[in-house]
Nanobody, 124 residues
Framework: QVQLVESGGGSVQAGGSLRLSCAAS?????MRWFRQATGKEREGVAT???????IYADSVRGRFTISKDNAKNTLYLQMNSLKPEDTAIYYC?????????????????????WGQGTQVTVSS
């Protein structure tokens, strides 16, 4: 069992930046940042695979950067050029090592470890 704790959310004006952190209680192999806006489904925004590849949703590519400090067991999401439509609760999630070959949303929902979420609000 891995515990995840997000931090770094807040309120910012459009065009601003925030960096989210996700501290894990142990080593993690594959992780994803999700977000959920009010009245919308949870969506994945940035993925870090066990091989170190990064994958981004079209809506954030070029503006968000996912990274990980293995020494600190901490995942980051650097968010630049923020837009009002980025407003959401942001969650980090990790899969057990044996589940990393199938990083579907269903896999995260069924087998993943999740943080409590951190609110990001972007005003125009």
């Amino acid at each position: 069992q891995v515990q995840l704790v997000e931090s770094g959310g807040g309120s910012v004006q459009a065009g601003g930046s925030l960096r989210l952190s996700c501290a894990a209680s142990g080593y993690t192999y594959c992780m994803r940042w999700f977000r959920q806006a009010t009245g919308k489904e949870r969506e994945g925004v940035a993925t870090l695979t066990s091989s170190g590849y990064t994958i981004y949703a079209d809506s954030v590519r070029g503006r968000f950067t996912i990274s990980k400090d293995n020494a600190k067991n901490t995942l980051y999401l650097q968010m630049n050029s923020l837009k009002p439509e980025d407003t959401a609760i942001y969650y980090c999630a990790a899969l057990p090592r044996e589940r990393c070959s199938v990083m579907t949303v269903d896999s995260f929902l069924r087998f993943g470890y999740w943080g409590q979420g951190t609110q990001v609000t972007v005003s125009s």
